[in-house]
């Protein structure tokens, strides 16, 4: 151990700040290069879908938005449990700098789904198994914001929306396999891990180039949060205090 | 090339509302965390600065 790096070290706000800083400036310009050329293959490159016309195109951001809505809430509670389990600091800021990202994309998610379903199914919302099991996951999200807030001490607010994380994770294999345990109006998935997509090569390159600029985007909005939430919680310490003094 | 024209491109075979409808409110939201992000760091470095700076 004593060769390599020592990852330990980046589980103090004080060293993670500086690396946060610098890995969320290198994920915004990785997303954005991913999103311009997911945004000009979904545009310009994938062909209008024979059945769908352009209204499919949503595609390029509901999808990619539904995967982040779930995963993200996947790594807010882990990070939420291990600070838990372990009484790490920083695992408990990195769950709270997650939420407001996750919630976003989960109404993203919702926002484009209904007005991909107007056209194509001819109704904004139906109370489909997929579709609500992925709103209880927006009010997991603000459930969670809402809880952290209204406790005083961080500390005491970490644990308290810890818990409430990793209780909702259940629904995150509900969502995931709705389409399969229900009769569902949501279509199953066109790709999966184990076969081959159901779905034209660039309307498929499109879509994960787009889930790449989304998961980049999450990682550098996250960061950038962590990095208010350390000076805010850590301001009575000397490092933070002489980090604000100087601007950085 | 999918579009003949910059209209075309914008009237998205019928479905205008629906895909840019979709794009431009998700692109609204990304620059609303992103405007939100930067102000609660610039308000932290003025508020608690400003702070040390009075406090002995």
């Avoid at chain 1, 790594?75 to 996750?102: D, E, H, N, Q, Y």
């Avoid at chain 1, 007005?115 to 199914?121: D, R």
């Avoid at chain 2, 692109?27 to 470095?45: K, M, P, S």
Wanted: glycine share 10%.
């Amino acid at each position: 151990m004593s060769a390599g790096i020592n990852w330990f070290k980046y589980a103090a706000p004080q060293t993670f700040y500086p690396l946060a800083g610098l890995l969320a400036a290198g994920f915004g310009v990785l997303a954005a290069l991913f999103c311009a050329v997911g945004l000009y293959i979904g545009f310009f490159v994938a062909p209008t879908d024979h059945q769908q016309g352009e209204a499919y195109r949503i595609i390029f951001i509901h999808v990619p938005a539904a995967w982040m809505s779930m995963f993200i809430y996947l790594v807010m509670a882990f990070w939420a449990g291990i600070g838990l389990a372990f009484g790490t600091r920083l695992s408990g800021m990195m769950a709270s700098a997650l939420a407001p990202t996750g919630a976003l994309f989960t109404f993203v998610a919702l926002w484009t789904g209904s007005l991909w379903g107007k056209p194509t199914w001819g109704t904004w919302w139906v109370w489909d198994a997929r579709l609500t099991s992925e709103l209880i996951l927006l009010f997991l999200y603000f459930g969670f914001l809402a809880l952290q807030a209204a406790i005083d001490d961080p500390r005491r607010a970490d644990r308290a929306g810890a818990v409430l994380a990793l209780v909702g994770v259940v629904n995150i294999p509900i969502i995931y396999f709705s389409v399969q345990w229900w009769n569902t109006l949501h279509q199953g998935a066109s790709v999966s891990f184990t076969s081959a997509p159901t779905m034209a090569a660039t309307m498929f390159a499109g879509m994960v180039i787009m889930a790449f600029g989304f998961w980049f985007y999450s990682i550098a909005a996250a960061l950038m949060r962590v990095r208010c939430i350390i000076l805010e919680r850590e301001r009575g310490s000397d490092w933070a205090a002489q980090l604000i003094r100087s601007g950085a | 090339m999918n579009w003949a024209s910059l209209s075309d491109f914008f009237a998205m075979g019928g479905y205008a509302l629906y895909v840019w409808g979709s794009y431009g409110v998700t692109a609204g939201l990304i620059v609303v965390e992103l405007v939100l992000l930067v102000r609660r760091r610039a308000g932290i470095l003025t508020r608690l600065g400003r702070r040390s700076h009075t406090s002995p």
